[in-house]
């Protein structure tokens, strides 16, 4: 059964910086190209950044690119999402799925706000 487990969002101060963490269980995790996602409240949920099976390959929505990196380690089945220069538009829900996206196996995400 597959199952993503988001953690490692929290309040934080415009400006600071959160290290998002997902590790998958119930598929082959390194055959599988990842994503990280964001559900602000009242939007669609959106790409945020996308890394390839290998890790050698990275894609960024225009919000993200500058600030967010996107990262996995294969043998700890877990694809990370470093986040600095935070805003508070950057609020929001963060989910981590395959990409494109398993529609039945979203996990529960892990709530990032961003606040003075």
């Known amino acids: 059964q597959v199952q993503l487990v988001e953690s490692g969002g929290g309040l934080v101060q415009p400006g600071g910086s959160l290290r998002l963490s997902c590790e998958g269980s119930?598929?082959?995790?390194?055959?599988?190209?990842m994503s990280w996602y964001r559900q602000a409240p009242g939007k669609q949920r959106t790409r945020v950044a996308t890394?390839?099976?290998?890790?050698?390959?990275?894609s960024y929505a225009d919000s993200a690119k500058g600030r967010f990196t996107i990262s996995r380690d294969n043998a700890k089945n877990t694809v990370y999402l470093q986040m600095n220069s935070l805003k508070p538009e950057d609020t929001a829900v963060y989910y981590c799925?395959?990409?494109?996206?398993?529609?039945?196996?979203w996990g529960q995400g892990t709530q990032v706000t961003v606040s003075s």
């Open positions: 890394i390839a099976t290998s890790g050698g390959s990275t």
């Open positions: 119930g598929f082959t995790f390194s055959y599988v190209a």
């Open positions: 799925n395959a990409h494109p996206p398993w529609p039945d196996y």
